[in-house]
């Protein structure tokens, strides 16, 4: 996920996300960084059509068993712990229209965890912004290492080192994952650099502090053969053109997922649902603003009744948009702190229920996240008479 902010990007409406506690959205790699490089959408890859490519993956996570050479095994030392998923779920494949692309071997169920690596190069938060600290950490890592970093996606060709744009091009933003006072940063995974961007994401990112690992777990059942797709950009109440605009400008591509180019007249309406999920989030905003006055220490129940309303608007309309990670944990978790300042505790408790069910699918029972909502239902399990 990326780090606009990081990387001084326009924060339009991520701002009232963060007000709503919409805030970490973002899921993929870090766009660009604005006025410094001019992103064209260019290929390194191969474009043998259907084919797994595995040359460089062997010691990646999923492919780890099968793949090992002799000479991965020699540089294998500053080594990486295996990964949490053994078996072969994912594989990459050449695609004639969006570069290297992973995608699920066999039918996997919500919740899964398809990934889990450590990165290949991190940085911390005060050092995202300079590229002799990506020089440096580069330069840290074994041969071994360095081939597969720079054999990794890069969006550009001028005004940086390769290093440094590999590193631009595939960043995740750790920043939401970490304990307050903890490193956060940014990372460049191996194989999640594989993954694309899909504007109705099958696949959730999170890092893990403790283990140093980048995961990606399953947001619903994904049949055998689908690819895996990871939002790279927090807005997802925007349109088609609007998104297309600023993956252009910040990535470099077209997306044609399912939402992007419909084929059915359920996707054909996404656009539809976009706006009314925009004008939801106006909505709360509006209240949450009025709320937060300090002419307004108890909120009226009118206003609280028309942020509830809007919110769960929004929640249906996730839910029918299949936006069913983060945008949906974190609309769940407005609604419970909205249901608390109505005093009505059962109601807060139900959305707090809620949010945990999607954490537990998107972050996984162990995930910083996770913990932290369930400690929130047993304080506000307390309240309830
Ligand atoms: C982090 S890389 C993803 C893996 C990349 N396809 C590769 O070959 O390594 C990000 C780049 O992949 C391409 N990409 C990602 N999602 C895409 C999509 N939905 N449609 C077209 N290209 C996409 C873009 O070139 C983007 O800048």
């Known amino acids: 996920m990326i780090v606009p902010e990081a990387f001084g990007l326009e924060q339009t409406l991520s701002q009232h996300l963060d007000t709503l506690s919409l805030q970490d959205q973002i899921a993929g790699p870090s766009k660009q960084k604005s006025g410094r490089v001019h992103v064209q959408h260019t290929t390194t890859n191969p474009s043998f059509t259907g084919t797994a490519v595995r040359d460089s993956l062997h010691r990646l996570s999923v492919l780890e068993q099968e793949t090992h050479g002799a000479e991965a095994e020699a540089e294998a030392d500053d080594a990486r712990p295996s990964p949490a998923p053994q078996d072969n779920l994912l594989e990459i494949v050449s695609t004639p229209d969006r570069g290297l692309a992973v995608f699920a071997t066999r039918k996997v169920k919500a919740g899964t965890l398809l990934l889990a690596e450590r990165p290949l190069v991190r940085l911390q ?3 995202e912004d300079d590229p002799a600290a990506i020089e440096r950490e580069f330069s840290r890592l074994g041969r071994a290492d360095q081939r597969i970093f720079l054999k990794l996606f890069d969006a550009q060709k001028s005004r940086m080192t390769r290093v440094v744009s590999i590193y631009y091009s595939n960043c995740y933003n750790l920043d939401d994952h970490v304990a307050d006072g903890g490193r956060g940063g940014s990372a460049v995974g ?4 594989r993954i694309n961007h899909g504007c109705v994401p099958n696949v959730q990112f999170c890092y893990d502090e403790k283990t140093d690992e980048m995961r990606f ?6 049949p055998r053969g689908k690819e895996l797709c990871s939002n790279y950009d ?9 998104r297309r605009r600023k993956q252009q400008i910040h990535y470099g591509f077209v997306c044609r997922c399912e939402a992007c180019e419909p084929k059915t007249g359920f996707w054909a309406r996404s656009d539809e649902r976009r706006r009314a999920m925009y004008e939801a ?6 209240c949450e ?4 006055s300090k002419r307004c220490p108890a909120p009226p129940t009118v206003v609280v009744d028309r942020a509830i309303e809007a919110l769960v608007r929004l929640e249906e309309l996730f839910l029918k948009e299949g936006l069913v990670g983060v945008p949906l944990a974190n609309t769940r978790k407005s609604l419970a702190k909205w249901a608390e300042r109505k005093y009505d505790h059962a109601q807060a408790v139900k959305w707090k229920t809620k949010e945990l069910e999607v954490c537990k699918v998107s972050f996984g029972s162990d995930a910083l996240r996770t913990k932290g909502v369930e400690d929130q239902l047993i304080e506000l399990s307390l309240k309830v008479t």
Not at 190 to 193: G, I, W
Not at 234 to 242: G, L, N, Y
Not at 289 to 292: A, G, V, Y
């Open 217 to 222: 777990r399953a947001v619903r059942d994904i």
């Open 125 to 127: 938060k005060h050092e």
């Open 289 to 292: 603003k009025e709320c937060s």
């Open 281 to 286: 989030l106006r909505v709360a905003r509006a």
């Open 234 to 242: 927090k807005a997802v109440f925007e349109v088609r053109t609007t």
């Open 190 to 193: 191996p194989f999640a650099s």
